[in-house]
């Protein structure tokens, strides 16, 4: 079993940065890799950003050089920094580990980027 606890969302103007941390404890030995995922509402939910163990990441193209995934190994960490927050970014956003097995999630939470 994984478990993730979610922290650092908010509300935040237009053009604003926020920082969502992500950490997990467990048995972590089993992840591959971590990302971030949100649902806005009335949509589905979709991926932000991820990061495998050997420290490749991917993005969404709609977050392409305004957000950063990063990991802390020490601290079994993901961050996620986001800059130049838009409207159409607020959402849930979801910490996700993916091990062979099955997915985990953390609870969410809450972004809201005010125009």
């Known amino acids: 079993q994984v478990q993730l606890v979610e922290s650092g969302g908010g509300l935040v103007q237009a053009g604003g940065s926020l920082r969502l941390s992500c950490a997990a404890s467990?048995?972590?030995?089993?992840?591959?890799?971590m990302g971030w995922y949100r649902q806005a509402l009335g949509k589905q939910r979709e991926l932000v950003a991820a990061i495998t163990s050997g420290g490749s990441t991917n993005y969404a193209d709609s977050v392409k050089g305004r957000f950063t995934i990063s990991r802390d190994n020490a601290k079994n960490t993901v961050y996620l920094q986001m800059n130049s927050l838009k409207p159409e970014d607020t959402a849930v956003y979801y910490c996700?580990?993916?091990?062979?097995?099955?997915?985990?999630w953390g609870q969410g939470t809450q972004v809201t980027v005010s125009s």
């Open positions: 996700n580990a993916e091990s062979l097995s099955y997915d985990y």
């Open positions: 467990g048995s972590i030995f089993s992840i591959n890799a």
